[in-house]
């Protein structure tokens, strides 16, 4: 596993990095949905 990693190169990262902030406000979205 930790080899496959190392050999992502880094835009990979990158990508899901950004997926994660773009889910961000949804999920913060939700959580003031809930209250």
């Known amino acids: 596993m ?3 990693v190392s050999k992502l ?3 990979s ?3 899901k ?3 994660a902030v773009n889910e961000m406000p949804c999920h ?3 959580v003031k949905q809930q209250r």
């Open 28 to 30: 913060i979205d939700r």
């Open 9 to 11: 190169p880094p835009f």
């Open 13 to 15: 990262f990158l990508e």
């Open 17 to 19: 990095l950004a997926a």
């Open 2 to 4: 930790k080899w496959e």
